[in-house]
């Protein structure tokens, strides 16, 4: 009989997820209740965006966009900045939620209403450890995106990204050329990097560290310094090293797109918003040999609209629905449109290819003993107990303080070298680091882990025992998925297949990536703290020995975790490139007056978290469009 309190919650947790999921949950549904009632900052009623009334929907706009999150609300708020033309903005999910500000509601706001709850199809090769052995795939069904759910971490990428993006043809996407769009949307509350060339004020995205963050953080960060790496700036003058997390904040809050970008221009008469307006087709008139994007068809309230675009429809739904959206449209590879039924209007073989995800390994703990001089323990780290404690969200409400102002990933990040990387400030792993002891029993359930494989990976780690996490994930996989249409109907979902570890070598730099954090446990921070991995063995992989390299092989098999970067799918490049769907002005080959601007135009994905890259893409393509158009 199991008399231990910290050991019926481990229990609970394991064996029944949906149990976790409640868990998660029910405090947030009492701390929504409490910010309507208490908090009018968050509530910000006379600065939300209000759909437009279907009355008042105008038959034609200069420019319609399609998609409302981390791109295109970006586009609709620079688009409307001058009064002599109309946008209207498309977006197939509702306002964000006040809950949402919360930056610890990242971990109850995925698969919900707020998320097209994505999967990828499954595989052998990986996500074996995933409940039908299926990864999810969150995507933000909301004003503002996946930038209402996403962990809010700001990395721009490498200087040789951008570098490489110019040298496949797409001119003016060099760093030097592409640098000022960053700091244009920014505005940095970071005191020591006010004065920075590469950072600025009075931007619209504001950019903070994390208002709670747990002491375990330190001993990460200058740990690295142990081995030869610099704590520095990582948006800045080089990448490679260790810092603490750069977040999209504001005073400690969330801020989304939507909040930064169209709350500023929701008073704005050119600028109307329809929500729950859900597009399935985009409309292209032939006229002799030329093809143009006259507009769209959507759903709203039951309701069908057809609205034209003047001047341009705009795409910018995201990795996934952007392509199915151009193939639902007619554009995209014969041999498939037809296997679909769906009439053949451009052919564009490069449509849904080039699929990039940063892909790496989710669960990796590492116990430890906290120093003795910490006079509140179970503060060096924190667990989900601390989260959803009535303290946390007294203090969140009357002091603007407190562990709701954290996620499970506000422990620093890393960019660092494998032996497959020149070392050349180019590095190949970043590694997310979790304050959190329950970091494995979260992310597990995050990622939907079989709750056997759960039971058998965190056997015994109870409540008692204090432990942080690790998450390295790979900058520049070299293996490609694809994204297809399931069928004609645009309300059915597309498959998904990433193709992880298709090139082996992607695996074998995963791999080194553990090699590494080996490396940082025999400093001397962690050695201080008795920093010791996780004694037990994934079930599926404990026929190998646990520290070889064929055991974290099968670990990366079975935990395999996106950090959510989809690319690529409808990617830049010149007309001599068969399978580029843009152009370097992010203008669809073969078809006028129709762009894609969003996260699926990256050639190559960039070294680091996406969200600050879609935006600096959003920001540049607004800026094209106003050029084209002057």
């Known amino acids: 009989m199991v008399r231990d309190k910290s050991s019926i919650t481990f229990l609970i947790a394991v064996a029944h997820p949906l149990i976790m999921s409640l868990a998660l949950k029910l405090p947030f549904i009492a701390l929504g209740y409490l910010i309507i009632n208490m908090r009018l900052d968050i509530i910000d009623k006379n600065n939300r965006p209000q759909t437009v009334p279907t009355e008042n929907l105008l038959a034609e706009y200069d420019y319609v966009i399609i998609g409302g999150g981390s791109a295109g609300a970006v586009i609709a708020s620079r688009l409307s900045e001058g009064e002599g033309h109309t946008v209207l903005l498309l977006e197939a999910g509702v306002d964000e939620i006040p809950l949402s500000d919360v930056p610890w509601s990242y971990h109850s706001l995925q698969h919900t209403y707020l998320d097209w709850n994505f999967e990828v199809k499954p595989s052998p090769n990986y996500c074996l450890a995933m409940r039908n052995r299926r990864c999810r795939w969150p995507r933000g069904k909301v004003l503002g995106g996946s930038s209402v759910l996403n962990a809010m971490i700001y990395i721009r990428g490498n200087k040789k990204d951008y570098d490489s993006w110019a040298a496949l043809g797409n001119v003016g996407w060099n760093y030097e050329s592409i640098l000022p769009y960053f700091t244009k949307s920014e505005d940095i509350r970071i005191e020591k990097l006010i004065n920075s060339p590469y950072h600025r004020k009075n931007g619209y995205l504001t950019v903070e560290h994390f208002k709670y963050i747990p002491s375990m953080a330190d001993y990460i960060i200058h740990s690295g310094e142990e081995l030869g790496y610099k704590v520095l700036d990582v948006n800045g003058a080089n990448q490679t090293g260790f810092t603490h997390i750069f977040g999209t904040l504001r005073n400690g809050l969330r801020c989304s797109t939507a909040k930064a970008y169209l709350r500023p221009a929701s008073k704005r008469k050119n600028l109307h918003i329809s929500l729950r307006s859900f597009v399935e087709k985009i409309l292209v008139k032939k006229d002799g040999t030329s093809k143009r ?15 034209n675009a003047k001047r341009e429809v705009i795409l910018s739904a995201g990795a996934i629905q952007s392509p199915q959206l151009l193939m639902l449209s007619g554009i995209g590879p014969r041999h498939h449109l037809k296997a679909m039924k769906v009439p053949v209007i451009h052919h564009a073989p490069g449509v849904g290819q080039n699929l990039e995800d940063h892909v790496g390994m989710g669960g990796i703990i590492y116990i430890i003993d906290p120093p003795r001089d910490i006079s509140k323990q179970n503060k060096f780290t924190t667990r989900l107990s601390e989260i959803i ?54 992310s597990s359930n995050l990622y939907g882990i079989e709750s056997s494989i759960i039971n058998g990976l965190y056997a015994n780690i109870t409540e008692d025992i204090q432990a942080f996490g690790i998450f390295p994930l790979l900058l520049r996989p070299r293996s490609k998925g694809f994204i297809k249409l399931k069928s004609a109907d645009p309300h059915e979902a597309p498959v998904i297949i990433p193709n992880y570890f298709e090139d082996l070598r992607d695996l074998q730099v995963l791999v080194e990536s553990v090699r590494f954090i080996e490396s940082m446990s025999r400093t001397r921070l962690w050695r201080q703290l008795n920093a010791r991995p996780n004694p037990n063995l994934i079930p599926g992989c404990s026929q190998f020995n646990g520290s070889s390299d064929e055991y974290w092989a099968c670990y990366a098999r079975h935990f395999t975790s996106t950090i959510y970067h989809p690319v690529g799918t409808c990617k830049m490049g010149p007309a001599s490139d068969p399978y580029a769907v843009v152009d370097a002005r992010l203008r669809v080959h073969g078809i006028v007056g129709l762009r894609v601007i969003d996260a699926s135009i990256m050639p190559h994905i960039v070294s680091g978290n996406t969200n600050a890259p879609t935006i600096m893409i959003a920001e540049k393509g607004a800026d094209m469009i106003k050029e084209d158009w002057s």
Request: no cysteine; aromatic share 14%.
């Open 293 to 307: 994007a006259q507009g769209v068809i959507f759903r709203r309230d039951e309701k069908r609209f057809v609205v």
């Open 389 to 442: 404690k009535l303290k946390s969200i007294q203090e969140m409400m009357l002091n603007s303080s407190g562990p709701l102002y954290t996620t499970i990933y506000t422990a620093g990040t890393a960019f660092v070298n494998t032996k497959y990387t020149n070392g050349l400030d180019y590095p190949d792993v970043q590694l997310i680091f979790s304050g959190f002891s329950d970091y494995g029993i979260l």
